[in-house]
């Protein structure tokens, strides 16, 4: 298996502008998770989806961010609209169930100008 | 609420020594305790975890211990390499199956 991938790897936008991150899991794994890491705060659960249902948002920082799972090898968060603060390390990882290891996507380098 | 603390933040050893790194958990409920090693621009990944029935894991120069009556958990990393240089972050699960995170240590070995 390819492992988490997660595209893009790189993304640059200006404040205002929506921006799309993409995650396919690990296949046969029913768990995925979204990542926020930066140096202040560190690595933040945003959403946790079960099943492709999302069982945790109280991590998503505020109606600008937003997570869909319309199938088990897909997911993607968004951002709209994007502002500087914004900027951070997005992770995406998976688990065969709850409750097992997280395997983590390279992770998408978001820039927010 | 639910907390994980992890100290210390920085972990400055020489080479060849030995690193251990401590963890403390709020929830009773936790059952999962993973380690993850994060090098430079990479993603985090698992080298150890162990679960509530057991005290201690051993994988080679790596160990973790487990005292659920007191909450705590570490990571123990013997005859450190230059290569054992990142940041390792420990985790506790909670009741509805997410990880609580540590804020992790920067581990640094000196030559």
């Known amino acids: 298996d390819a492992g988490v991938i997660q595209s893009p790897r790189h993304e640059v936008t200006e404040m205002g502008q929506e921006v799309t991150l993409r995650c396919k899991p690990i296949?046969?794994?029913?768990?995925l998770f979204w990542y926020r890491q930066t140096m202040m705060r560190g690595l933040e659960l945003l959403i946790y989806?079960?099943?492709?249902?999302?069982?945790?948002d109280s991590g998503m920082p505020e109606d600008r961010f937003s997570a869909k799972m319309p199938n088990a090898s897909f997911s993607t968060l968004k951002i709209q609209p994007s502002e500087p603060r914004d900027s951070a390390v997005y992770f995406c990882?998976?688990?065969?169930?709850?409750?097992?290891?997280?395997?983590f996507g390279p992770g998408t380098r978001l820039t927010v100008t | 609420g639910e907390n994980v603390e992890q100290h210390p933040s920085t972990l400055s050893v020489q080479e060849g020594d030995s690193a251990v790194i401590k963890c403390t958990y709020s929830?009773?409920?936790?059952?999962?305790f993973p380690w993850y090693k994060q090098e430079l621009g990479k993603r985090p990944q698992l080298i150890i975890d162990?679960?509530?029935n057991v005290g201690e894991k051993k994988d080679q120069r790596i160990a973790v211990t487990l005292n659920k009556t007191a909450k705590h958990f570490s990571l123990h990393i013997t005859e450190t390499q230059p290569e054992d240089s990142a940041v390792y972050f420990c985790?506790?699960?909670?009741?509805?199956?997410?990880?609580?995170w540590g804020a992790g240590t920067k581990l640094i070995i000196k030559p």
């Open positions: 990882a998976s688990s065969l169930e709850e409750g097992y290891e997280q395997y």
């Open positions: 296949s046969g794994h029913n768990s």
């Open positions: 989806f079960n099943n492709n249902v999302p069982i945790d």
């Open positions: 929830d009773s409920a936790s059952n999962y």
């Open positions: 162990i679960r509530s």
């Open positions: 985790a506790a699960s909670n009741s509805n199956y997410q990880l609580i």
